[in-house]
């Protein structure tokens, strides 16, 4: 089964911008239909879906996000990316990437990365 | 967007009990794109159920979700010590996809 692996910075300042990672092993981001998605859970709460890209480029973000999120595909090291802007403390939060097979169009969430902590402080 | 409520926010039972977890939606959800998770402290969530009512690969069959609409329900038919966790429901077939505030299930 397709196993993911987030990476990121950890520790960021008010403004500056996050840049995060998920490196998928066990099969292609390129193959097949499916949508990779970023999700974040601040700590002790729920859970919030960010955005998700499909294999073949198309992005659906959260509005709330929207004007700041920026998400990719990376075919040649087969790992996909998310950029925040402008970020602040209230962005801080675990942060899963995670992918869904593709049917009728739709795809829940399995199976998830780990999880990588980012924390927004001055 | 849809807001999804789940109810109770905390379940206190013992484990040979039975569990009933409810999610309720602000509006109809597309074609019964409702999922289950489960997350325990320091892991990522995991699917138990996908399409309201399909458990995912590996799930005991202890666990079943039904439901269509607005209402849904995710049913732990005898509780097994390892199953104590929050819940999570999702639906993924409009966007932006959104998630219940979660049930935590905790041993009275």
């Known amino acids: 089964q397709v196993q993911l692996q987030e990476s990121g910075p950890g520790l960021l300042k008010p403004s500056q911008t996050l840049s995060l990672t998920c490196t998928v092993s066990?099969?292609?981001?390129?193959?097949?239909?499916?949508?990779w998605s970023w999700v974040r859970q601040p700590a002790g709460k729920g859970l919030e879906w960010i955005g998700r890209?499909?294999?073949?480029?198309?992005?659906n973000y959260n509005p709330a996000l929207k004007s700041r999120l920026t998400m990719s595909l990376d075919t040649s090291k087969n790992h996909f990316s998310l950029i925040l802007t402008s970020v602040t403390a209230a962005d801080t939060a675990m942060y899963y990437c995670?992918?869904?097979?593709?049917?009728?169009?739709?795809?829940?969430?399995?199976?998830w990365g780990q999880g990588t902590l980012v924390t927004v402080s001055s | 967007e849809i807001v999804l409520t789940q109810s109770p926010g905390t379940l206190s039972l013992s484990p040979g009990e039975r569990a009933t977890l409810s999610c309720r939606a602000s509006?109809?959800?597309?074609?019964?794109?409702l999922a289950w998770y489960q997350q325990k402290p320091g892991q990522a969530p995991r699917l138990l159920i996908y399409?309201?009512?399909n458990r995912a690969t590996g799930i005991p069959d202890r666990f079943g979700g039904s439901g269509s609409g607005t209402d849904f329900t995710l049913t732990i038919s005898r509780l097994e010590p390892e199953d104590f966790a929050v819940y999570y429901c999702?639906?993924?077939?409009?966007?932006?996809?959104?998630f219940g505030q979660g049930t935590r299930l905790e041993i009275k």
């Open positions: 890209i499909h294999t073949s480029g198309t992005l």
């Open positions: 995670t992918t869904g097979m593709v049917i009728d169009g739709v795809a829940s969430f399995d199976p």
């Open positions: 509006q109809s959800v597309r074609s019964t794109y």
């Open positions: 999702q639906q993924y077939g409009s966007s932006p996809i959104t």
């Open positions: 066990g099969g292609s981001i390129s193959s097949g239909s499916f949508y």
């Open positions: 399409g309201a009512s």
